[in-house]
């Protein structure tokens, strides 16, 4: 396997643009976990949050021979980081799949955490700090109320407003998958007595899975989720207005027609602003390949159009459209894709401005080499104010096809409207040496922050980065040592 020279750190970190290193040295790329013990051992499945200046990653990782959990942040977003990680799982038994959401100094992550039962089934575990990541709880908390251990608890997702936090997953204590979530209204200190189921159809009848979800800082929590009820995959959302105490009602089917299941209807994403709620995801309806459609609620989630609309505009169901994202400023929405249509992967944006009913105009096409020449994939999206920030990975520089890629990004300050007319890089090291996966981006003061699992050293690290809004990183080969 090709991987970059295992250099000095200081002088590892660096990027590629065509400009010449007597003009500029490299950008500086900041490896953020303190794994030294072995080179084989996995940092992975980041997961970061960005709140007041506070940068914080937790990710899974075996330096310990059990997986478990690690944390690090940094206070100057993303220029020094905790000289030490901090292990937050503290179990024997592996721990796995975090996530983590940041409401200021307040950090809550949770994850997958198999100490409970003697058959390793795993349950969902929070553990909290109030000081931007410097302390946390003597000991984790299991949220998730089985306590024996007895049901595999899967896929936990948390987001944070204020001092509310709220946890959704799924798990078979009574026989299929069925969604759950947790809540605390004190910042971590006290949780629902128990979990709130969220499916409304019999419990343990049908597989939900893959929950996401979004909050406000009134307890009103909207969870959507993919659901087999019918057959084929439907995707469902159901939303609480007492701070996930409740989710009264039935829930609802967002992907429309008068059957369900009969198309597949996969990974939805959601977004909320104010009153309104976005659910986006791909399905086959069209076709024997995907297209991205969505569901849009301008009640909070109370109620929900009989149809969805679709978002991408080339010929329905001929070419892949899949992994949307969507996040959205009031009535202005954005989602982000990876589409086919010109062979290979590229990644396309999409806006309507008025909560997603219309959607004018054209696509852009936001990766600018060749259309379609190389895999542009798994867009993340990111919208503050006017600024629109999208980052994917790029497999343009893999000339050996061994599967390595580059993460790029482009970005807007216009609310989508224009956008940089070349991508920018965001790692710094050799151009395709190594893969660049799981990217978490983020916008402090002018700067694109970044974070992803990288392999240059041939095992799974996590590295950082921060660019200036417009900036790429520029690499600079190591000179070579002189003939004697």
Same mark, same amino acid.
């Given at each position: ?6 250099l ?11 400009e ?18 072995d080179a ?14 506070h ?9 310990d021979e ?6 690090n ?17 503290l ?75 709220? =946890?959704? &997953?799924? !798990?078979?204590?009574? /026989?299929?998958? *069925? @969604? $759950?979530?947790?809540?605390?209204? #004190? %910042?971590?200190? +006290? ?30 929590v909207? =969870?959507? &989720?993919? !659901?087999?009820?019918? /057959?084929?995959? *439907? @995707? $469902?959302?159901?939303?609480?207005? #007492? %701070?996930?105490? +409740? ?6 089917r ?24 976005? =659910?986006? &995801?791909? !399905?086959?309806?069209? /076709?024997?390949?995907?297209d ?25 169901g ?9 996040a959205?400023v009031?009535?202005?929405?954005? =989602?982000? &894709?990876? !589409?086919?249509?010109? /062979? ?25 080499d ?10 993340v ?6 600024t629109v ?28 409207q224009?956008?940089s ?24 003061d ?7 699992g ?31």
């Amino acid at each position: 396997m090709r991987v970059a020279p295992p250099l000095l750190l200081a002088s590892l970190l660096a990027a590629c643009t065509g400009e010449s290193a007597e003009d500029e040295g490299p950008t500086q790329d900041v490896k953020v976990d303190h794994n030294l013990k072995d080179a084989a051992i996995e940092s992975i499945v980041p997961r970061s949050c960005f709140a007041d200046g506070h940068l914080a990653v937790a990710w899974q990782d075996d330096r310990d021979e059990a997986p478990a959990i690690w944390f690090n942040a940094s206070g100057d977003q993303g220029a020094t980081w905790m000289t030490a990680d901090v292990p937050l799982s503290l179990g024997e038994a592996g721990a796995y799949a975090p996530d983590i959401a940041c409401a200021g100094e307040r950090m809550y992550v949770v994850w997958e955490d198999e100490r409970d039962g003697d058959l390793r089934y795993r349950n969902i575990y929070v553990n909290v700090s109030a000081d931007g990541g410097r302390s946390w709880l003597a000991e984790p908390l299991q949220i998730d109320g089985d306590l024996e251990g007895e049901a595999m608890s899967l896929a936990p997702r948390v987001v944070a407003v204020g001092d509310q936090a709220y =946890v959704a &997953w799924f !798990d078979n204590r009574d /026989g299929a998958y *069925d @969604i $759950y979530v947790q809540a605390t209204a #004190d %910042g971590g200190a +006290t949780w629902l007595e128990a979990p709130t189921r969220v499916d409304t159809d019999p419990a343990g009848d049908a597989y939900s899975a893959w929950p996401r979800l979004a909050a406000n800082e009134d307890g009103r929590v909207v =969870v959507a &989720w993919e !659901d087999s009820r019918a /057959g084929g995959s *439907d @995707i $469902y959302a159901n939303v609480s207005t #007492d %701070g996930g105490v +409740t989710f009264a009602g039935d829930d609802a089917r967002l992907d429309g027609g008068d059957d369900g299941g009969v198309h597949d209807s996969f990974l939805p994403s959601l977004a909320m602003a104010g009153d309104h709620v976005y =659910v986006v &995801w791909h !399905d086959e309806r069209n /076709g024997d390949e995907r297209d991205v459609f969505m569901s849009a609620s301008s009640d909070g989630g109370a109620s929900w159009p009989d149809e969805p609309k679709r978002v991408d505009s080339d010929a329905a169901g001929k070419f892949a459209s899949i992994n949307p994202v969507v996040a959205a400023v009031g009535d202005r929405v954005h =989602v982000v &894709w990876q !589409d086919a249509r010109a /062979g290979g992967y590229d990644i396309y944006h999409r806006f309507s401005r008025d909560g997603g009913q219309e959607w004018g105009g054209e696509e852009r096409r936001l990766d600018t080499d060749a259309g379609g020449e190389s895999q542009s994939f798994t867009p993340v999206l990111l919208v503050e104010g006017d600024t629109v920030l999208v980052g994917w990975g790029d497999g343009r520089a893999d000339g050996e096809e061994v599967g390595f890629n580059d993460l790029f990004y482009n970005y807007s300050e216009n609310g989508g409207q224009d956008w940089s007319a070349d991508d920018l890089r965001l790692n710094s090291n050799e151009p395709g040496s190594a893969y660049a996966v799981d990217l978490g981006i983020h916008l402090g003061d002018d700067a694109v922050l970044a974070v992803w699992g990288d392999g240059r050293f041939g095992s799974s690290d996590i590295f950082a980065a921060s660019r200036t809004l417009g900036e790429q990183s520029r690499y600079v080969p190591p000179e070579e040592p002189a003939e004697p």
